[in-house]
């Protein structure tokens, strides 16, 4: 969701910077705006200020559409994937991006979708990318084992589910530069968007967990 904000942002960006009488742009730039890649659901993406009525209602029907995607989807091995997902299965609002993708990706079997808040995460089998690292932005890996991150990683997750062209025009500049800036102020103040701990607290409760667990398989937060 944040990701076709900013690709909308972007765009419009771009489009003041580029001739306005390109009718073809102009169609563009009103088509990513108020794009939701649902059937029928061509509708404009609010704007939610924290700590308002509407910020904390979204984020909670977000956290409950969270776990409940934990129980519908589990983790999904598809044999023959192109790309990996590594997503935070603890954030409210990345999980509708994820559950889009997972409801585009049953038609397509190209995604692998990896859970980095499980404790069964391994960053030895994918490509050593631990929890910290992944935290801090969006990655995804490619079957050739080529790690690819930011808006990079949701235009090729995108393209392989059938829905390329949302995130095409962001191969080129000015606007590639300008939606990874505004990627980035997402991915730095996610966790407070989201009402969660600040990362280092995250680290450190899940650094007490490992040491209480190590010794006991059946340990669970």
């Known amino acids: 969701m944040a990701l076709r904000i900013a690709a909308a942002a972007a765009t419009v960006s771009a489009s003041r910077i580029s001739n306005p009488k390109n009718p073809s742009f102009s169609s ?3 088509t990513l705006k108020f ?3 649902r059937p029928n659901a061509l509708l404009p993406l609010p704007i939610l200020k924290p700590g308002s009525q509407w910020h904390v209602r979204a984020i909670s029907e ?3 559409e ?3 995607s934990k129980e519908k989807w589990g983790e999904e091995w598809p044999k023959d994937w192109k790309i990996k997902m590594l997503y935070d299965g603890d954030c ?3 999980m509708r991006e994820v559950n889009m993708l997972r409801e585009r990706n049953s038609s397509y079997g190209t995604i692998k979708f990896v859970d980095i808040s499980s404790d069964d995460y391994s960053p030895e089998e994918n490509q050593n990318l631990d929890y910290q690292t992944v935290m801090g932005r969006i990655h995804a890996i490619l079957s050739d084992g080529t790690v690819v991150t930011d808006v990079e990683a949701f235009r090729k997750l995108y393209e392989h589910v059938g829905l390329g062209w949302v995130y095409a025009i962001t191969k ?3 606007i590639a530069k300008i939606a990874d800036s505004i990627y980035g102020v997402w991915a730095k103040y996610r966790l407070q968007i989201t009402g969660r701990p600040p990362i280092e607290e995250i680290l450190e ?3 007490k967990k490992g040491e209480v ?3 006991n398989n059946a340990c669970k937060m």
């Open 66 to 68: 969270a776990e409940v």
């Open 28 to 30: 563009l730039s009103r």
């Open 35 to 37: 794009y939701h890649p």
């Open 213 to 215: 667990c190590k010794d």
């Open 92 to 94: 409210p609002l990345c």
């Open 62 to 64: 977000a956290a409950v």
């Open 172 to 174: 080129y500049e000015p």
């Open 205 to 207: 409760a899940r650094k």
